[in-house]
């Protein structure tokens, strides 16, 4: 894997969409959606567009699911794309395929995909792994101490194989794998914190 901690020049934000996926259903949350979790006084997916957008990601995708009509309702999403997917609790793979898939509609060369339910990382971040991108052809991501993480930039020919292989909570991780050495490793470490709201143990990381 290629490693850098320096933003490079690449592709400008028009080029590469963001990508929200937020259909999941909170099994481990008591049902709760982690869309619809509070942070900073507003749900959580609304953070999570809001920093696509600061870090200059344009479109914006959000994959809904689990309760997707409270979402629209409560949420601020003015400007996205939504995008239903009624097999969300097959796992993430199949919100990562309907994204995808959206997008493979638009000019984007690139998407940067966010999780929802990751809201210790910032626009900051998200910037530095997309300015590792180089074009259509590009896999970068985000890496802690040198691990590889999210966010991560898929390049738009890579997206019919992520697609194949994007089954279950897997998403593009057997994709990933298979092409390790073609991903630039963007540290961020020091710019974000890359816990997951799984648990109700993990609340404690909302604000």
Known sequence: MRRTGEEQSGETGAEIAGLVLAAGGGRRLGGRPKALLTHRGRPLVEHAVGVLRAAGCSPVHVVLGAR??????????????????????????????????????????????????????????????????????????AAYDGVRGHPVLLGADHWPGIAATATGDRGARAYLKEHESAITLVECGDVARAYDIDTEADLRHLE
Do not use: I, Y
Not at 114 to 135: H, K, M, T, Y
């Open 68 to 141: 997707a009509d409270a979402v629209r309702e409560r949420a601020e999403l003015s400007g996205c794309v939504l995008v239903d997917n009624p097999d969300w609790e097959q796992g993430m793979g199949s919100s990562l395929r309907a994204g995808l898939d959206s997008l493979a509609r638009t000019a984007a060369r690139a998407a940067l995909v966010l999780l929802v339910d990751q809201p210790g990382v910032g626009a900051e971040a998200v910037a530095r792994v997309c300015a590792a991108g180089r074009g259509a052809d590009s896999l970068a991501a």
